[in-house]
């Protein structure tokens, strides 16, 4: 539309302007054809009474003359006669003429101007014809004609040539769209199809129109050339917002939903009593995807392991959420107690997760382990299919759970853009090697278009990892990866938090989430407190925090009574042996050390091992002047981030972990060693007493960085990303370059 009105408005603009033109043309040479029949009519009239004004005039009789002229202007049209005899004779006038005109000066009469003449009711055109009479000198006969009705036609014409010209601007401007929409419409899905190298929903298999050929080299190098630059640029000034997200999924891939994958469902349905409750899980992985699915809409496919999940979905397994109002289609994959077992807490939390971490937990790997951590990734990857709405999905797999799945969909769906992100660390080589199915593994993360981690360094390492166990080849320059015939990009993509609102900065102010959580726990108006908020993991470093909580009291006996710490601690993977160790050795250690220091009127330690909704877990953010994250192996760590988004006051103090992806991106943080349990102390001695000037320009620098680089650009990155490969890839396919496509799969969607 908008290309037809740039055409059509300069089209109407000139016809516009001919009518500009064309009409007061058109009124004049009308005013002169009217004056010419006037003329003609004066002439007919004098005509008319030659032989009787002739007689009354050798009679010299003048009032018969006036009686006659009175009679001959009783016509509406005549205004008015003057009989002008000879320069030495009197005139004789109707009562009606005007005395502009005198008979002296009818030889100045000489144009259309100067026989025009404003009368009382309106114009007067004034027209001479001479007169003469036999034997007297020659006279003239003066007719003063009424302009009225040649003014309304005049007018008349006017409004007719402006309908006219209107009729002919539609006519002409509806002809010519017509015309040039049927001319060019070949030609334009042509240069389409040739600038975004596809045709209109998919790669088109017809030849380039001939038309086309002269300019197609030139403008595939002129995308090739202008994208890269393109990309970056807008990056860098985008604000990324919900709203930003969906333009990006609007203008780079045509607004089509996007599918994410995940072990971990956003809301979990469980039964209390006779009602169903909703529940948000303790997850970083949720915290970061839940929002970019509000502003993508589209479907989650995850678990369903709430006690209630199975009744609140519909025949298709399928519910909207958030319950209220829906934003995005949440669909329920459903698992055997077995599977479970064998998929989620054997293979992939007692095998993958502690040989990535590399937390000193040795890995366990079992044969019905991996079975079943296969069968499921089929699961899922048929559902993937089911939800799919055209050829080219874009799928967004989601972590250590699915590492076989990028494959399965890419042989049922060749077309797809598939979107890998590992949420945890990626481990060198040998550590990864020890892995008895590592090359199934790598073979289905390399069916993704795009493998993203936190960091570069475990980008790094996943490429040494190919390149030592699989024949493919590693290109380090650009950190592709070259296996069975199609690529896959690695690249980092720093996860981060969704930037909360002002009116969530302000709903609760910090004075009050401080007073709230001292009364919650009995303690007194001045206590400081820190905070820890994990899941009850090993690898999280929850015992070297207590441990050096409980060397800053020993090394620092002013703070015993005057600081508390609060550990929220979410229960997790409970079924698994080891898990079920290290809560134990948590809760001992914590009541061992609250022991230790009988004489403090508030305990140091404060353990709550239950799940929190996120609106509690921000109120301890804002009550506490130290957040402490020691994990000893992360791939982000969003409580670092969601810590610091919360203080609007710009108060409170960051120590974290250097073992985190978290701490390259805030190195005003105080970066510790948790293994070194005197540094830690150490640096929660100097965060309880940093001045308040030092604590605000910290933390600014830190919001700053946590506002501009949140959740929305992570995910809008990858979506630029992806869309940019996509219409490369279409390019390649329609100039014939394309490779054959990805030949065989360690592991198959059809089992057979």
Known sequence: ????????????????????????????????????????????????????????????????????????????????????????????????????????????LGGPAQRLLDGPHGPLFVSVVPFAVDGQPPASLVFYHNMNLIARRSAETRKYLFYFFVGLSAAISLITVVIAQISWRGWVHGLRALLQGEGLWRPSDRPESAELRPIAHDLRALIRDIEAEHRSRDQDRLTWTPEALRSVLQTELRGQEIVVVSNREPYIHVRNGDAIVTR???????????????????????????????EVVDSHDRIGVPVGHPAYQLRRVWLTPEEEAGYYYGFANEGLWPLCHIAHVRPVFRSEDWDHYVEVNRRFAAAVVEESRSVDPIVLVQDYHFALLPRMVREAVPAATIITFWHIPWPNPEAFGICPWREELLDGLLGSSILGFHTQFHCNNFIDTVD???????????????YQGSPTAVRRYPISVDWPTASDLTAVPVEECRRRVRTRHGLPDGQLIGVGVDRLDYTKGIEERLRAVERLLERRPEWVGRFTFIQLAAPSRAKILRYQQYGAQVEEMAARINARFPGAAHPPIILKVEHHEPPDVYEYYRAAEVCFVSSLHDG??????????????????????????????????????????DQCADALHSALTMPATEQRERIRLMRGLVRDFNVYRWAGRMLIEAAHMRRSQHLRERSGTAGLGRRGAAVRLDPA
């Open 1 to 108: 539309m908008r290309l037809s009105l740039r055409f059509l408005v300069p089209l109407i603009v000139v016809l516009g302007l001919f009518a500009y033109a064309a009409v007061p043309l058109a009124e004049s040479l009308t005013v002169r054809w009217f004056e010419r029949d006037l003329d003609s009519r004066s002439a007919l009239i004098a005509n008319t009474v030659q032989e009787p004004l002739s007689d009354l005039v050798r009679t010299g009789d003048r009032g018969k003359i006036l009686r006659l002229f009175t009679t001959i202007t009783q016509d509406e049209r005549l205004y008015a006669m003057v009989y002008c005899p000879a320069a030495a004779g009197s005139p004789i006038a109707t009562a009606t003429a005007p005395k502009d005109v005198r008979c002296a000066a009818l030889d100045s």
């Open 280 to 310: 948000r899980p303790a997850s970083g992985l949720v915290t970061a995807l839940e929002p970019i699915m509000r502003a993508c809409s589209g479907t989650w496919i995850a678990h369903g392991g709430g006690s209630a999940d199975r």
């Open 468 to 482: 030592r166990l699989l024949e493919a080849r590693a290109d380090r320059e650009t950190f592709t990866v070259s």
């Open 636 to 677: 982000m760590n969003l409580v670092a981030k969601e810590f610091i988004a919360s203080r609007d006051d710009e108060q409170g103090v960051l120590v974290l972990s250097q073992f985190t992806g978290a701490a390259r991106e805030l190195p005003e943080a105080i970066i510790v060693n948790p293994y070194d349990t």
